[in-house]
């Protein structure tokens, strides 16, 4: 290492754990290799020795040091240690009907479960999320309503809520305004709508496999056909099969979830979704966004959306704040480019307008500067613990296991053995009290048996660690 004086005390520590990790990535330091002491660290850097500490701190909590006692930090793992990634299996070509599988309500039914250690959420622990702050947004929103907040909202919804959601797609390039933006109830009513906005009973859609099965649940209801699209587990959806498959089916809309993807984690390039844009413009085929999880990202950027390059308005960009901070306030939106007056339209028969006082409260907490500051937060806790759960994997379940390599949101996708039926492995494990979400449930084909998806909102802790443990060990026993 070379003396660097540092400045900004505030992130010294981060800056001086980052280097170190991409000096552990890079192999520089190997898995095993004693890292300097902290006095040495601190003179080294000439920083403070709780600098220091914080610094080895930080990398212990994402598992890549460990403390040994009396003897000082060593290198304990490297991100290049993870295992293969899953395959993804070509679907038909032809479309078929929806059917919810009834494996969904038996898996979901516990979801609440206090005595459950619960894998299969793809959701925030309540104890990575600003309650406090909320209720005093909340008190704001009360304390400073001409009505307190009991009348109608705008059907539109509230202007100033819809002002900071303009603000918020300035990160990701998007130019919008207020008056392009329509409020929701969470993002599954934005994708409902937009779905009704743009097809018609009896019509085909172009999704991705896999995906998540609140969608398939969202299509039986409106009496549509799917056509599910290969998706990688890196790059995203396979765009030369979705150019094919919109020269031989009649598909009239496009919903994928294009920043990391539920179950897999992909996140599209930036340029792939330009050129996805460009392919469903060229066709004139609406593109029905979901970009729930857009914020979650782990780098230093947030990704662009698909609605970035989206000059002519066949986008319908859909999103919320049910996965990163709020989930019972049921608050999402959509920015339906084109189809606004249509979609409006359709949102005034169903639910007319969306509960007052949580979008007095979110708009205060969006205007102070809090959603930032505590997505900085989640982000990290959300990384370190993926670090985590990898780490478990590979600690406990066979080395055939396939783990997929997510760069932002919830989950993590396992490919295991083709011996291991996930669902039998989830009844397995229930009588453990632990469950996992199966494959299975996120494609409308009999596909994905061997797969399942665990996602890591939980701080890592003993349970989790029992958790996995004890999954590893019946996944040895049905392999």
Not at 45 to 54: D, E, K, P, V
Not at 270 to 292: G, M, Q
Not at 398 to 408: A, C, E, F, L, Y
């Amino acid at each position: 290492m070379h003396k660097n004086k540092l400045s900004g005390a505030d992130h010294l520590y981060l800056q001086i754990a980052e280097g170190l990790e991409k000096m552990i990535h890079n192999e520089i330091l190997k898995i095993g290799d004693k890292l300097p002491s902290v006095r040495m660290l601190s003179d080294e850097y000439g920083i403070s020795m709780g600098t220091a500490f914080q610094a080895y701190y930080y990398l212990e909590g994402k598992g890549l040091i460990e403390s040994r006692p009396k003897s000082g930090y060593y290198v304990r793992f490297n991100q290049k240690r993870f295992p293969a990634l899953p395959a993804a299996p070509k679907p038909e070509t032809l479309a078929g009907t929806i059917s919810v599988d009834e494996m969904v309500a038996a898996v979901f039914k516990k979801l609440s479960a206090t005595d459950v250690t619960n894998l299969a959420i793809a959701a925030p622990a309540m104890e990575l999320l600003p309650a406090a702050k909320l209720n005093k947004s909340l008190v704001h929103a009360f304390r400073h309503s001409a009505t307190s907040c009991i009348t109608y909202e705008e059907v539109q919804g509230n202007l100033e809520l819809r002002k900071q959601v303009a603000r918020m797609a300035f990160n990701w390039g998007g130019k919008i305004t207020a008056n392009d933006v329509v409020i929701t109830a969470g993002c599954m009513e934005a994708l409902s709508l937009a779905l009704q906005t743009v097809t018609r009973p009896g019509d085909t859609v172009a999704i991705e496999t896999p995906t998540f099965f609140g969608i398939f649940q969202v299509m039986e209801s409106l009496g549509l056909h799917v056509i599910e699209i290969p998706t990688d587990a890196v790059t995203g959806i396979d765009l030369n099969y979705l150019e094919q498959a919109i020269k031989k089916e009649n598909i009239k809309a496009c919903v994928f979830v294009p920043s990391f993807n539920n179950p897999l984690g992909c996140c599209m390039p930036d340029e792939n979704k330009k050129a996805l844009v460009e392919l469903i413009t060229k066709h004139r085929i609406p593109l029905i966004e979901d970009d729930i999880y857009g914020e979650l990202y782990f780098g230093h950027h947030r990704p662009r959306c698909c609605k970035t390059y989206d000059t002519e308005g066949w986008v319908l960009y859909c999103a919320s704040i049910s996965k990163s901070l709020a989930p019972g306030y049921r608050i999402g939106w959509t920015i339906p480019g084109r189809f606004k007056e249509q979609f409006t339209r359709l949102k005034t028969r169903h639910t007319i307008t969306g509960v007052t006082i949580t979008q007095h409260a979110m708009a205060h907490f969006l205007s102070i500067g809090r959603f930032d500051y505590h997505l900085k937060k989640l982000r990290t806790s959300l990384h370190t613990q993926q670090l985590r759960y990898v780490q478990g994997i590979l600690d406990y379940f066979p080395p055939d296991t396939k783990v997929s390599r997510p760069q932002g949101g919830f989950v993590l996708w396992l490919e295991l053995n083709k011996k291991v039926n996930t669902f039998q492995l989830y009844q397995e494990a229930m009588k453990y009290q632990v469950s996992v979400a199966p494959g299975r449930i996120f494609s409308m084909r009999d596909r994905y048996s061997n797969y399942m998806r665990i996602g890591y909102g939980q701080p890592w802790n003993d349970g989790v660690e029992r958790g996995l443990k004890i999954l590893g060990s019946l996944v040895k026993k049905m392999g």
